[in-house]
């Protein structure tokens, strides 16, 4: 039975990827997880100078999801590469590290410098960070996507993954250009804007006001964006959004997506994927199939 995919020229083990922000460094939670049901883990987004991230407070649970308003806290480009590399590598699962920017030439120092480091194999590029205060994202607009992926494909032979945002009119246009810009793999899709407001107060839940909704609650919305950018392009694309078990992961894979991203499930149950790669192992055996990959896009229209 074969579970293992690739995105570019990076091969997973299993199609489980464990998404940027849910997983912090792998460090804070090997004691809770089995990485052997991992494909690989994607790291908090890096930019270049540390950020403390938004006010507090920053997470608000709904009864089917929640709202995040981090603000892409972390320790900057020199933190990660003094702090936390070393001990990623140590770390038995492969690992994608997701970087972030303010403008291109944000993006394009950092990839700059990750490119000089052998032991990264792919990148996430974070186009689409919902709680930072942008006038438009990157991944809004296929010119500017198109342009910055270009930029940062000629500077990495590294696997470039770039993650989109569902908050668009058209993703499949934002899809095409970063696939025509040099993407290996795109990821689909990022959290929906939301907000919550106390009723008592008058007031936002959240400190900077509104956030990225993420849980089970954005799983039909974010598989059918997995859909449309799956049909419509030929690189490989990573589903993800409200998956909490094995139907969901299969639901995705069935839609076209090669690997999913574990996210906010993640926070609650760390090790869920190996709850899922066991699921996907009896379905496999009870189907008949052999290979996990006969089932991408194997969707019935």
Same mark, same amino acid.
């Not at 464990?18 to 990485?35: N, P, Q, R």
């Not at 991944?139 to 908050?167: A, G, H, M």
């Not at 894979?253 to 760390?270: D, E, K, R």
């Given at each position: 039975?074969? /579970?293992?995919?690739?995105?570019?020229?990076?091969?997973?083990?299993?199609? =489980?990827?464990? +998404?940027?922000?849910?997983?912090?460094?792998?460090?804070? =939670?090997?004691?809770?997880?089995?990485?052997?049901?991992?494909?690989? &883990?994607?790291?908090?987004?890096?930019?270049?100078? *540390?950020?403390?991230?938004? *006010?507090? *407070?920053?997470?608000?649970?709904?009864?089917?999801?929640?709202?995040?308003?981090?603000?892409?806290?972390?320790?900057?480009?020199?933190?990660?590469?003094?702090?936390?590399?070393? #001990? /990623?590598?140590?770390?038995?699962?492969?690992?994608?590290?997701?970087?972030?920017?303010?403008?291109?030439?944000?993006?394009?120092?950092?990839?700059?410098?990750?490119?000089? #480091?052998?032991? =990264?194999?792919?990148?996430?590029?974070?186009?689409?960070?919902?709680?930072?205060?942008?006038?438009?994202?990157?991944?809004?607009? #296929?010119? /500017?996507?198109?342009?910055?992926?270009?930029?940062?494909?000629? /500077?990495?032979?590294?696997?470039?993954? &770039?993650?989109?945002?569902?908050?668009?009119?058209?993703?499949?246009?934002?899809?095409?250009? +970063?696939?025509?810009?040099?993407?290996?793999?795109?990821?689909?899709?990022?959290?929906?804007?939301?907000?919550?407001?106390?009723?008592?107060?008058?007031?936002?839940?959240?400190?900077? &006001?509104?956030?990225?909704?993420?849980?089970? +609650?954005?799983?039909?919305?974010?598989?059918?964006?997995?859909?449309?950018? +799956?049909?419509?392009?030929?690189?490989?694309?990573?589903?993800?959004?409200?998956?909490?078990?094995?139907?969901?992961?299969?639901?995705?894979?069935?839609?076209?997506?090669?690997?999913?991203?574990?996210?906010?499930?993640?926070?609650?149950?760390?090790?869920?994927?190996?709850?899922?790669?066991?699921?996907? #192992?009896?379905?496999?055996?009870?189907?008949?199939?052999?290979?996990?990959?006969?089932?991408?896009?194997?969707?019935?229209?």
């Amino acid at each position: 039975m074969n /579970l293992t995919t690739k995105l570019g020229n990076l091969s997973l083990k299993t199609p =489980i990827i464990c +998404a940027s922000g849910t997983f912090g460094y792998g460090e804070e =939670i090997k004691e809770l997880v089995d990485f052997k049901n991992i494909g690989a &883990i994607t790291t908090k987004t890096i930019t270049l100078q *540390p950020r403390e991230g938004n *006010p507090a *407070p920053r997470i608000y649970e709904t009864d089917y999801g929640v709202i995040n308003s981090i603000g892409l806290e972390n320790p900057g480009l020199d933190g990660f590469l003094e702090e936390k590399l070393p #001990k /990623l590598t140590e770390l038995p699962v492969k690992f994608i590290v997701s970087v972030g920017g303010f403008s291109q030439e944000d993006y394009e120092e950092i990839v700059g410098r990750l490119e000089t #480091k052998n032991e =990264i194999e792919a990148l996430e590029v974070n186009l689409s960070c919902p709680n930072i205060k942008m006038k438009k994202m990157f991944s809004q607009n #296929k010119e /500017l996507t198109y342009n910055l992926v270009k930029s940062l494909r000629s /500077l990495t032979k590294k696997t470039l993954i &770039i993650k989109l945002t569902p908050e668009v009119s058209d993703i499949v246009e934002i899809a095409k250009a +970063a696939e025509d810009a040099g993407a290996d793999a795109l990821s689909a899709v990022n959290t929906f804007f939301a907000i919550a407001i106390d009723t008592e107060t008058k007031k936002p839940y959240l400190g900077s &006001i509104y956030g990225g909704y993420s849980g089970r +609650a954005i799983k039909p919305l974010a598989l059918y964006k997995t859909w449309q950018v +799956a049909k419509n392009v030929k690189v490989p694309v990573i589903g993800g959004g409200g998956i909490e078990n094995t139907n969901d992961t299969l639901e995705f894979i069935l839609a076209g997506a090669t690997a999913v991203s574990l996210g906010t499930v993640n926070l609650v149950y760390p090790n869920k994927a190996t709850d899922i790669v066991k699921g996907i #192992k009896d379905y496999l055996t009870q189907t008949k199939i052999d290979d996990i990959n006969k089932l991408k896009g194997a969707l019935i229209v």
